[in-house]
Each structure stands twice: as structure tokens, then as C-alpha cells.
């Protein structure tokens, strides 16, 4: 298990590796970026010189923008909040995003799973489908559809949630755009655990753990639900990034000060120190998820971990 | 069964114990073998959804090519005199309904106004009719929505085809050559699976001004790698069984043997995946133009609709409605259709 | 084969499945008996209904089955006294409960996919026993080492804690067997459980159940379309064709003196290396679409002995003796005299000499 964890580790760090370089280069490209920007005064440009070695060859600048970013510091904004230090900018941002996709997924995950299991177990009656239908409309149905009418419904009508994100009531802020948000991953969740618990359910191995007297919750939850886990949890990686994506669309509607509503005024006012860093910090997480469900598929899945190869071979 | 020693109770007929002959056996008669295509679309014909999909899907499409041409106004076409306006249709709003007042929430309480009365008095209006209403600029938004439908559409379709191309190539050169061109291809494809579709979208927005071009391009970058991964498996899975071997032996050429052998045992599957992925581009273009990443104004499509009437969200609720049904309706459509495809195409035979 | 030691009764069972083509009608009206310390066969092409009578017995029919009508009357042993169950009447659960694992145990076919892949061998050994029985955890494992032990595979400590993938096919269809026998059970039900090994690999398995039976004094079923295997293990033969059977006997009066045309056909169609035949004999046609019923005798389509009454009224058995019946019209006596087809005459007088010898 554990040579499992390490190569999985490496090679997630070398993709951030080489996302970093991507980034990095692109910034050299990039006019107005710290690099190429002309218009710099002396003592600026002597600042920039120092911190980021551009008087050096471009593979010693690599790495202090590496080293930079290591030690957290993520360079200024240019055209948001001129000479701001980003990381000041993610400082309040980053925490609000974060615990707004935390919601979702734990909500969209746990509220999906009942909802396919359900489905599954009663297969063919009502509940079956109400619930596939649920799970189509979540699918099809973008996030900021469902958000604009909730936003309309609960906030303008009812007036039951605020319709903007204030930051003096963040729990009640999020309610609704945790719930427009986590449509899609309950739905995705549900519709994978009922085909996958549907596909479970017939296999041999479940005859023979009847054959030997095993019946009800001990059944479903030992033997269907831990084999159906396995492909369950590979949706996960491409559910986080919906929510990524989502998330850029219900902060605009509500609002929310967080790194989504950032990226799209900085892609708007081409700060392009800000772009390159929220699409590291992106990617980062998307690739730190990844990590922790294929450590995951080790821990559900012995024939992964006991194997020399990883699941996605 | 039970033995019986005694017939007395059944009646035999004459020539009951006579040998019907070899030659009066009847053989093969029970299973009618059916092609497969005839038999997927007896299946697709079957699933209510599916078929309700594609028939919305068709009338969208219609109403996407048709709608604009039987209106009187053009997409771009302004009146600042006539902003804001309610829906209004002849006809129905005799009923009642779509007559062109619309109630709005003030600080004093809820008013019925009507921006097509002329006459105070009498409640006369006018003669223009704007059937979902007008925009903030006076622009008609029935013309536009279908407009932007064409484009939502259209952008759809390009980039999931040349996604189909590029991926299915992709996957089926990988899988079919195997070995270190299979690990090198691999690997970097899952280099830039790592990399979320945002940033790619987000980084292309930056070295490409926004248009329509640069959200195709975007979409198409990132589109391919699943279409290649079914490719692949289903090449991985085929190469080794005896039809291919039977027609290299025959001296068919690496190339004739990916394209005319594999695949079309493969098309199925392509086929459904190609329809998954078209609500997926539609979300992606619609979501770009909504954080206003998207298609510049004038030009419109249904995210860039659904962005400016978000502004007037509080005010004018009724001018996000209608871009917002059609895409949602087109979304799930699509959806279903691939679902229903996906069905007939593949089934899983639950009983027997 | 005294009548106070039958263990398991099967009567008229009736059963169909009902799918989105229309209802197929998989078992009409099927009577089986066990005694106790019996081998019992049944032979079959696949279709045939062999495997759907024994999930019925162990009450693990697919969800859409509908049993028409029918018993299964099975007897076992509890605290000292006998109790006799319709098997068809209980509920899963008790189903569950009181028979699976404990008094009646199965063993599948395809080793490769009918272990959990995500248990150790050993959890999956004592799950049975931790269900049915009152012992602890460690009482347990060490039970399932002598089971390994028991059915051969070396170095049972450390099996325990191996994964199914970790084994081979052969492997595995041991710990199958190890499973199924955890509990002790009375019968043991082998749904042609050598089907997917090798041929050497069969041979072994085979060895094994019959060594188990031996010592533990069980009752087997198995299920089979090999007749090979028939001739190696069974006491009593069965012979089923399209949901019944059409023929029922001891193991020598059903391979010395077969009565049944596809009992014919079956026995005629085992390869042997020492016939003159020019041609592989095999029965013309394919197994009947059950979802079709036709009137009379289901064989008749494939059958170059069939009788105009075939067509009309299904035969019912006829007695040869009082062990051996079958169910054709052939055997009224109104029926033409017809004989087995000469090659399959002698084929069986070699049987017999080899058998002497």
C-alpha cells in the first residue's frame, strides 16, 4: 500500500511540476506581465530584477518563481488592485469558495448516495423513479439555472435567504448557492450509484453471499456497496471540477466575494499575475483531489493496491 | 409428471404411434436473428423519454433556423423607446395572458404596468408586439433567443465533432500501436486531463481576445481526451480478437485495419458519447458567456443572453426566462436522447 | 435407496421468469428426489432448467421468477429432532437463516467471478460460520485453515489473508468449496463447478468433492452438461430437456440401457476416440426458445424418432424399473419398436466390456 501511496504521490507532484512550467511560461509570453511589461519604473523593475532574477537565465528565473511560490508568496496584482499582494487578495476569497464547495460536495455526495442506493434497492417501483428523474434534471440542468431560481423563488419572492452574500451571516449566505451548486453532484452521484449498485446486484458473488445465508443491510452495505464504491469514487475527481466551474457562475449570481468571481475579473482586466496564480491554485486542488481518491481506490479496492499498477491503467 | 401405466383416460387417434419420419424435423426455427441496427432502434423506438428528446431537439432546431426569419425584427435591431417591454402576442393575449403589462415590486406596493397603452384612458395599445418581450436596449428578445440558439448550437455541434475526430484517432492509433507510443500518447493525455478545463479555458481567454473562434478552440482542447479514452479500450479490447488477426493475414494495412475493421464495431459507443457530450459543450459555452468570457455583443447566444437579462433579473424576471428554458430544455434533451441511444445501443439484459 | 432417508423432495415444480419480451416458462412441472449420502446428476444443455430448479431450492431466483406452482419438501436435523420444510412456502429471510450455508450449500460455476473481490479469503470463509453459528472470531479463522487444509491448498495460514485475485482459477474454486462447507451442511449443490478450470484441474475438484462427501457424509447435487463427469461421480442421473426431465435413473441403467431419444443424442454426442464414425455426431438443432410453448413434447422438433402424438399430448413417464423412468412415447406399448441407433449400441457394448475389465 504504502509504494502505492509514494508513486502516486511523485507523480502527482510532477504534474504540478510541470503545470508550473506551463504557467511559467506562458507569463514570459504574456505582454504587461512582470516580466515584459515596458512600462516599469527604475526602482521597480530593479524590485523585480532581485525577486525574480530576470537578469538571469531563464531556468535559475524558474526556479525562484518556483521558490516564490513554495514560500507562498504569489507576486502583486497589476490592473485589480494595483501592487496588492495577492495573497492578501486570497486571504478573505479563498476561505468563503472553499467552504461553499465543502458544503456542496459533502451535501451533494451524501444526499446522491441515499438517493441511488435507494433507487437501486427498490428497483422498478416509485421510488426508482422519481429518483431517476431527479437525477436527470440535475444532470441536464445547469448550475445557474437552478440557482437563478432559487435565487428568485427563495430570495426575491419568499425572501427566505439573502439574495447577496453578507459577510456578517456567511451561514444563512450560503445556504442557496451550497444548494445550487450541489444539484449536479447529487445527481451525477445518484445516477452512477444506482447503475453501478444495479450492475453490483447481479453479479456472482452476491448469489453466493446469499447462497451462504447473508441478507438485508449486511448485504447491501458489506458486499453491493463496497464493490460499487470502486467506480463511484472515480466520478468524484470530474464532480469536483463541475463544482469549480459552478462555482465561478453562483458567485457572480449571489455575489460572493470568493476565488471565482476573482478569476473572471481578472481574465476581464487581463491581471495576468492573478490569472496564472488562481489557475495554479486550481489545478493544484484538482490534482490534490485526484491524489486522494486514488489513495482511496487503494484503501476499497485490494486489487489496486496489492497491484503494481494503479486504476486508471 | 406422473407415471402412468394405464391410458384410460386419453383418447389416442389413429396414427398417434406412427414415425413422423427424419425428414419432418424442424430445426433453427426459434430464434429469428434480427440486425443489430434494426433491433437498436425497435429498443430506442420503446423509451418514451428518448424519443420525446429527439422530437423537442428537432422542434428547437426548427425553431432555431425559423424563428428569427418570421420575426419582424433582427437581432440587433434597437428601439430606445421600447425597452423593458412585457411579452406580448396576438392572440393570447386576449386570453389574458402575454398581453403585455407585467407587475412590478415597488417600495409602495405592486403595480400593473402596461409599456404597450397609448391611451390612458381607454387602455389602448399600440400595434407593435413583442412576443417574449424586448431587452434593455429594445432589442426583440424572441429573435434573439432563437439567434442565439443557432450559436449555442452551432458552436456545439463544431467542437464535438472535431472533438469526436481528433479523440477517436487519438485513442485508436494509441491503443491499436500499443506499447511505448501507447505510454507516450497516455501520458500526455493525462497530463493535460490534470490541468482542470477551466484554467485551459481561462489561459486560452487570455492569449485569445473572447469570441466565437476562441470558445470553440477552447472547447475542442479539451473535449477530445474522453472520446480517446473510449477509443482506446474498446481498440485494446478488439485488436486481439480473430477478425482483425484474419484481415492482417489477408494483407490488409495498419491504417485500412483501424478504420474499416474496428471501427465499426466501435461506432456505437461513439455515437452515445458524441451525444453526452454535446450538453456538455452547450454548458461550457453558456457558462463562459455568462461570467462574460463569451460571444461579444451584438452577437448573442443563450449564455450571453442569460448574462445581460441577469442584470435586469430583479426587475424584468421575464426577459431571462425564455434562453433560460431553451437551454435547459435543450440540455436535458440531449441528455436523454444519449441516454436512450446509450440503451438501445448497448443493452444490459437484466432478466434471463 | 430406502424412502425414510429422502432428504430433499422436489414436486411438479412449475417456475417462469417474466421479461419485457413476455413470460418464459423455464420449469414445467419437474419431480427430483435426494437421499441422504446420495450423488445425484443433472444433465442438461444450457437453457435446459438445471440451474433454475437449484436456485429454487436454495430460494435465490431472480427477482422476476414467478413459481406457478410446485414443493420442494426438504428435511434436516434440528436439536436432535426432524423437521421437514416446503422450502417454497418460506420467506427469504428465513430462507436465509435456517437453510443457506447451513443445511444446503452451493457451489458456482465460474470461480474467476463468484468470490467477493474486495474480502479476504478467509472473512469470506467465515462469514457463514460467524452468521450461523455461535463462535468467536478466532475460533473461527482457525476453522478455516483446516478447511483450506482440507480441500488442498498448501499453506492455509497464509491464504487466509489473500485477496481472490491472488489465486489462481483452481485455487479459488477450492476456497469455493471451502466455503460451501463451513457449516456443515447437508447437501451440497455443484452448479457445474468444473466447467471453467482445466481439464487437469477438473479431474482434482472432482476427486475432492467425492473424498468430502466421503468423510463428511453429505449429500451431493451436481449440475453438469458433461457427461464425462456424470460417469465419474453420480449414483443417480437425471436427464432434462427444455424445463423437464425426461429421464431419471441409476448410473448404469441410464448409460447401459437408455431409454429417452436425447438421452440418445446426449450419449451419442460424447467424443471417443475408438469410434468408427466418419461425422461427430451431434443432436440437429438448438434448445428450444422457452418463451414459445408448443403443444406435446418439446423434443419432437429435433427428435428423427418423434411420434404424430408428440405433436400433440406431452409424454409422461413411463417405467423401465422401478428406479429407472422416461418420459416418451416411445415406451407405450402402441409404439413402434424403435432401438438406439446402432453406433450408440456399440459404443455402450465397449462401455460394458471396459467397465468388466
Given at each position: 500500500m504504502r509504494r502505492y501511496i509514494i508513486k502516486r504521490l511523485l507523480i502527482s507532484i510532477g504534474t504540478i511540476f510541470v503545470v508550473i512550467l506551463l504557467l511559467f511560461i506562458l507569463l514570459q509570453l504574456m505582454p504587461g506581465s512582470p516580466f515584459n511589461d515596458e512600462k516599469l519604473n527604475v526602482d521597480q523593475r530593479a524590485a523585480l530584477y532581485e525577486k525574480y532574477g530576470l537578469d538571469q537565465p531563464l531556468i535559475i528565473q524558474f526556479f525562484k518563481y518556483v521558490g516564490n511560490m513554495l514560500r507562498g508568496d504569489f507576486g502583486v496584482s497589476y490592473t485589480i488592485s494595483k501592487n496588492t499582494p495577492i495573497t492578501?487578495?486570497?486571504q478573505t476569497r479563498l476561505p468563503i469558495s472553499l467552504s461553499i464547495g465543502g458544503e456542496a460536495v459533502l451535501l451533494g455526495a451524501v444526499i446522491g448516495l441515499i438517493l441511488g442506493i435507494v433507487a437501486a434497492i427498490w428497483h422498478g417501483t416509485v421510488w426508482d423513479t422519481i429518483a431517476t428523474i431527479v437525477s436527470v434534471i440535475g444532470v441536464s440542468v445547469p448550475s445557474y439555472v437552478f440557482a437563478l431560481a432559487l435565487a428568485y423563488v427563495f430570495g426575491y419572492q419568499l425572501n427566505w435567504f439573502p439574495l447577496l452574500y453578507d459577510m456578517k451571516i456567511p451561514l444563512q449566505s450560503s445556504v442557496l448557492p451550497s444548494i445550487a451548486l450541489c444539484m449536479f453532484t447529487i445527481a451525477s452521484i445518484a445516477r452512477f450509484t444506482r447503475s453501478e449498485m444495479l450492475e453490483v446486484l447481479g453479479s456472482d458473488y452476491i448469489l453466493l453471499a446469499e447462497s451462504k445465508g447473508v441478507y438485508g443491510p449486511k448485504l447491501i452495505v458489506r458486499h453491493v456497496l463496497r464493490n460499487a464504491l470502486i467506480p463511484i469514487v472515480t466520478v468524484l475527481a470530474p464532480l469536483i471540477v463541475g463544482l469549480m466551474t459552478g462555482s465561478l457562475v453562483?458567485?457572480?449570481?449571489?455575489?460572493?466575494?470568493?476565488?471565482?468571481?476573482?478569476?473572471?475579473?481578472?481574465?476581464?482586466?487581463?491581471?495576468?499575475n492573478v490569472v496564472i496564480v488562481l489557475s495554479f491554485i486550481y489545478s493544484a486542488m484538482y490534482i490534490g483531489i485526484m491524489l486522494v481518491v486514488d489513495i482511496l481506490y487503494g484503501v476499497i479496492d485490494p486489487r489496486i493496491r496489492l497491484s503494481k499498477e494503479g486504476p486508471h491503467d | 409428471m406422473t407415471d402412468i401405466q394405464n391410458n384410460a383416460d386419453i383418447s389416442f387417434l389413429p396414427g398417434d404411434f406412427e414415425l413422423k419420419g427424419a425428414e419432418n424435423t424442424k430445426l433453427d426455427m426459434n430464434f429469428a436473428s434480427q440486425r443489430f441496427w434494426k433491433e437498436a432502434a425497435m429498443r430506442f423506438r420503446k423509451n418514451k423519454g428518448a424519443v420525446f428528446s429527439?422530437?423537442?431537439?428537432?422542434?428547437?432546431?426548427?425553431?432555431?433556423?425559423?424563428?428569427?426569419?418570421?420575426?419582424?425584427?433582427?437581432?440587433q435591431q434597437q428601439n430606445i423607446k421600447q425597452t423593458n417591454w412585457a411579452p406580448r402576442v396576438q392572440g393570447l393575449e386576449n386570453l389574458g395572458i402575454f398581453d403585455g403589462s407585467e407587475s412590478l415590486k415597488t417600495s409602495t406596493g405592486t403595480k400593473l404596468k402596461n409599456a404597450y397603452v397609448v391611451d390612458k384612458e381607454?387602455?389602448?395599445?399600440?400595434?407593435?408586439?413583442?412576443?417574449?418581450?424586448?431587452?434593455?436596449?429594445?432589442?426583440?428578445?424572441w429573435t434573439r433567443t432563437w439567434t442565439g440558439t443557432r450559436v449555442s448550437l452551432y458552436i456545439a455541434v463544431v467542437a464535438v465533432l472535431i472533438d469526436m475526430l481528433i479523440g477517436m484517432s487519438y485513442g485508436l492509433i494509441s491503443g491499436y500501436f500499443g506499447g511505448r507510443v501507447d505510454s507516450v500518447l497516455q501520458r500526455f493525455a493525462e497530463i493535460i486531463n490534470s490541468i482542470p478545463t477551466l484554467v485551459i479555458v481561462t489561459l486560452l481567454m487570455l492569449i485569445m481576445k473572447p469570441g466565437l473562434m476562441t470558445i470553440t478552440i477552447a472547447l475542442m482542447l479539451t473535449g477530445w481526451i474522453g472520446m480517446s479514452r473510449i477509443a482506446r479500450a474498446q481498440m485494446l479490447k478488439l485488436k486481439e480478437q480473430e477478425f482483425v488477426l484474419a484481415s492482417h493475414t489477408l494483407g490488409a494495412s495498419n491504417f485500412r485495419v483501424i478504420f474499416s475493421e474496428i471501427l465499426p464495431n466501435i461506432i456505437g459507443q461513439l455515437i452515445t458519447n458524441t451525444m453526452f457530450s454535446i450538453p456538455n459543450a452547450i454548458f461550457t459555452e453558456a457558462f463562459l458567456s455568462f461570467v462574460g468570457l463569451g460571444i461579444p455583443e451584438p452577437m448573442c447566444s443563450l449564455g450571453s443572453l442569460i448574462s445581460y437579462a441577469f442584470k435586469s433579473f430583479t426587475t424584468h424576471p421575464f426577459q431571462i426566462v425564455p434562453p433560460v428554458i431553451v437551454l435547459a430544455l435543450l440540455m436535458l434533451c440531449f441528455n436523454m436522447l444519449a441516454d436512450g441511444l446509450r440503451d438501445a445501443l448497448d443493452p444490459k439484459m437484466k432478466e434471463m | 435407496m430406502q424412502k425414510d432417508n429422502l432428504i430433499l423432495s422436489i414436486r411438479n415444480l412449475d417456475i417462469s421468469f417474466?421479461?419485457?419480451?413476455?413470460?418464459?416458462?423455464?420449469?414445467?412441472?419437474?419431480?427430483?428426489?435426494?437421499?441422504?449420502?446420495?450423488?445425484?446428476?443433472?444433465?442438461?444443455?444450457?437453457?435446459?432448467?438445471?440451474?433454475?430448479?437449484?436456485k429454487a431450492v436454495m430460494g435465490i431466483l431472480d427477482k422476476n421468477s414467478v413459481v406457478n406452482h410446485g414443493e420442494i419438501l426438504f428435511t434436516y436435523q434440528e436439536n436432535g429432532t426432524s423437521k421437514t420444510v416446503d422450502i417454497l412456502k418460506m420467506d427469504r429471510k428465513t430462507i436465509r437463516h435456517t437453510i443457506n450455508g447451513r443445511h444446503i450449500a452451493m457451489v458456482f460455476q465460474d470461480p474467476m467471478t463468484s468470490l467477493d473481490p474486495t474480502m479476504s479469503v478467509g472473512k469470506q470463509i467465515i462469514e457463514g460460520m460467524m452468521l450461523h453459528e455461535h463462535i468467536g472470531r478466532r475460533e473461527a479463522l482457525e476453522r478455516a485453515v483446516s478447511l483450506l487444509d482440507m480441500v488442498g491448498i498448501p499453506e492455509p495460514e497464509k491464504r487466509i489473508k489473500n485477496y481472490p485475485h491472488q489465486l489462481s482459477g483452481g485455487m479459488r474454486q477450492r476456497v469455493v468449496i471451502a466455503i460451501a462447507l463451513a457449516c456443515d451442511p447437508d447437501v451440497l449443490i455443484c452448479d457445474e463447478p468444473t466447467t471453467a478450470l482445466d481439464v487437469t484441474i477438473q479431474a482434482k475438484i472432482l476427486e475432492l468433492i467425492k473424498k468430502i462427501q466421503a468423510d463428511m457424509g453429505i449429500s451431493v447435487i451436481y449440475i453438469t452438461h458433461d457427461l464425462g463427469v456424470v460417469a465419474k461421480v453420480a449414483d443417480y442421473v437425471n436427464v432434462m430437456y427444455a424445463g423437464n426431465i425426461v429421464e431419471k435413473g441409476m448410473i448404469d441403467e441410464i448409460f447401459y440401457d437408455p431409454r429417452h431419444p436425447y438421452t440418445w443424442g446426449l450419449l451419442s454426442a460424447m467424443p471417443d476416440l475408438d469410434t468408427n464414425d466418419e461425422r461427430l455426431y451431434a443432436i440437429p438443432g438448438s434448445p428450444p426458445n422457452l418463451m414459445h410453448e408448443r403443444p406435446g413434447d418439446a423434443f419432437a422438433p429435433r427428435n428423427i424418432y418423434a411420434l404424430n402424438i408428440d405433436d400433440r399430448l406431452m409424454p409422461p413417464m413411463f417405467r423401465v424399473t422401478d428406479t429407472h423412468y422416461a418420459a416418451t412415447w416411445l415406451l407405450h406399448e402402441n409404439a413402434p419398436k424403435v432401438e438406439m441407433p446402432p453406433e450408440l449400441k456399440e459404443r455402450i457394448l465397449r462401455m460394458k466390456k471396459e467397465a468388466e475389465r
Open positions: 492578501q487578495l486570497l453562483v458567485e457572480k449570481i449571489f455575489s460572493i466575494p470568493g476565488i471565482g468571481s476573482l478569476l473572471v475579473t481578472a481574465i476581464q482586466s487581463n491581471d495576468y | 429527439l422530437i423537442t431537439i428537432l422542434l428547437v432546431i426548427l425553431l432555431a433556423i425559423f424563428g428569427p426569419m418570421i420575426s419582424p425584427y433582427t437581432y381607454t387602455g389602448a395599445k399600440n400595434d407593435t408586439y413583442y412576443w417574449f418581450g424586448s431587452d434593455a436596449l429594445g432589442r426583440d428578445i | 417474466q421479461t419485457n419480451a413476455g413470460a418464459v416458462h423455464a420449469i414445467r412441472g419437474v419431480d427430483l428426489d435426494l437421499h441422504r449420502g446420495e450423488t445425484v446428476a443433472i444433465v442438461g444443455e444450457s437453457g435446459s432448467g438445471k440451474s433454475v430448479s437449484m
